[in-house]
């Protein structure tokens, strides 16, 4: 069983910055690639970044120059550095992750995509 856990997430004036975190833990074999999404309510997901498992990233183009992500393989955690937040970006933020684990106590590999479940950003003043 795999597990994804955000954390960082809260209330920031526009302007400011946080950053989250995503934890993935269980009986992986190996993460490929990695993402972070938003969602508003009322809204769509959309893609807001991905990094694969050597590094290469992506970014939505409302988030370029502002938002950084990152992972560490070692630690099997990815992060969201937000910077210069605006009101606009006030979504819940979820990790997805590509992810090979062992399955039926070790004997076999299964490859899945997982979620997390969330953590809310606000950027209000």
């Known amino acids: 069983q795999v597990q994804l856990v955000e954390s960082g997430g809260g209330l920031v004036q526009p302007g400011g910055s946080l950053r989250l975190s995503c934890a993935a833990s269980?009986?992986?074999?190996?993460?490929?690639?990695m993402g972070w999404y938003r969602q508003t309510p009322g809204g769509q997901r959309e893609l807001v970044a991905t990094?694969?498992?050597?590094?290469?990233?992506n970014y939505a183009d409302s988030v370029k120059g502002r938002f950084t992500i990152s992972r560490d393989n070692a630690k099997n955690t990815m992060y969201l550095q937000l910077n210069s937040l605006k009101p606009e970006d006030t979504a819940v933020y979820s990790c997805?992750?590509?992810?090979?684990?062992?399955?039926?106590?070790?004997?076999?590999?299964?490859?899945?995509?997982?979620w997390g479940q969330g953590t809310q950003v606000t950027v209000s003043s």
């Open positions: 269980g009986t992986i074999v190996s993460i490929e690639a």
């Open positions: 990094i694969t498992s050597g590094g290469s990233t």
């Open positions: 997805n992750a590509d992810v090979t684990s062992w399955i039926r106590g070790g004997l076999y590999r299964k490859r899945s995509d997982y």
